[in-house]
């Protein structure tokens, strides 16, 4: 239980977890009867904080056999998911819910833990992150906080917004699992409005060595996860100055840069963009996307995305002035993505300078409209005499360019003037 007090609206945000159809079917399958269910973690918290739950997890004491077993005699499907780790995901009406059965950590190495099962709901509260995350709710409504989550939640009333703080000694948390010293700046470029808990700061530098230990992947998620969050920027400066973000991806911020796009964001009311956010915060260059793919182990859609903007980037840089021409030109050599990517990062740089035929013609792209195709193909070529080799590849280079230097034209009369010029050159 907790010793703080819930406001009516807290309090009702609670209630309306409890009182989801599909919710109330796995409380009637899975609690009572010597066993017990409860929400946990996020769903708490974010109600509590008055977002949108849009994912609801439970901890139950009964085993992962005693689970599936109970949803099914009440008729759910139950797939084991992470039995291993005591997790059965049960589906109602289509809606998988994961059910994960108390735990105690036995021993843990900065990676992993050796869990066993239990049945204290306290126990299993205390040996998570951040106290905002161990409180949980149960199906008579009750508000369980043994961490004291729910007055590190804040009092928006009184000015006073969340912090994100360890339970117990921080060091010890973290060593625990080092992908908590991401997690704690991810949290807190989430939910922190003052300056990051001092407790959890120090033991996040203290405990930087033990980065190295983490893989890639679990690198790159926990990074791109932060990048989406309100407070990406205040995080990533953070983290450089404490010389942690180069320990664990090898990146040299430039925190400006993200500043300035995290506003572009507000200022136009488009969504955050993780990747791209990554590379307003680390890709200058080609070479930075490249390094950045093998240092987060990238997907190769994502380094793909990083690399044609890289290019464009460089080519904003280079003529300080978009055209349209040009601007249509960058598209069809990169893509439409590309060159929106790269204004984005640039927009509001003092060197840069756009036309208004150019910018609305980047925001058309960012709307959806697609970039200028080649309307040539080597059939063409072969249609007009030019004889199968080396001369379809170099003439189909040099109409290209062609195509490109006159901005990109598209239509029946583009492609007309493109063929009498194709004939020229072969009769030349």
Known sequence: MTSATLTPGQGDALQALLQRPRVARLFAALDGNGEELRIVGGAVRD??????????????????????????????????TGVDHGTVTVIVDREPFEITTLREDVETDGRRAQVRFGRDFDADALRRDFTINAMSLDGQGRLHDPAGGLTDLGDPAGG??????????????????????????????????????????????????????????????ELLKLLAAPGAAEA???????????????????????????????????????????????????EDARALQE???????????????????????????????AARAMAAELGGEALTDAVALVDGA???????????????LAAGAAAPVFPLRGADLLALGVTPGPAVGAMMAALRTHWLDAGCPEGAAARAGLLAHATDMAAG
């Open 236 to 286: 990533i400066t953070l983290m450089s100055g404490a010389s942690l973000l180069h320990r664990v991806s090898g990146i040299v911020a430039e925190p400006g840069r993200l500043e300035r796009l995290v506003v572009r964001e507000d200022r136009h009311g488009a969504a955050a963009d993780a990747l791209l956010r990554l590379a307003a915060a680390a890709v200058r260059v080609a």
């Open 350 to 364: 003092p060197w840069f300078q756009a036309g208004d035929n150019a910018r609305d013609y980047v925001a058309a």
């Open 160 to 221: 006073r917004g969340p912090r994100v703080r360890f339970i117990g000694d921080a060091t010890t948390r973290i060593r625990e699992d080092y992908l908590r010293t991401l997690r704690f700046f991810r949290f807190h470029a989430r939910f922190g409005q003052d300056a990051p808990d001092p407790d959890g700061f120090a033991a996040a530098i203290a405990c930087r060595d033990g980065l190295d230990q983490l893989s890639r992947e679990r690198v790159r998620a």
């Open 47 to 80: 109600a509590l904080l008055g977002l949108p739950v849009t994912e609801i997890d439970l901890a139950a004491t009964s085993t992962p056999e005693q689970t599936t077993a109970r949803a099914r005699r009440a008729g759910l499907k139950s797939v084991p």
């Open 295 to 325: 240092r987060l182990r990238l997907s190769g859609a994502e380094a793909m995305r990083l690399g044609n903007l890289a290019r464009a980037q460089e080519r904003l840089h280079g003529a300080r002035r978009l055209s349209l021409a």
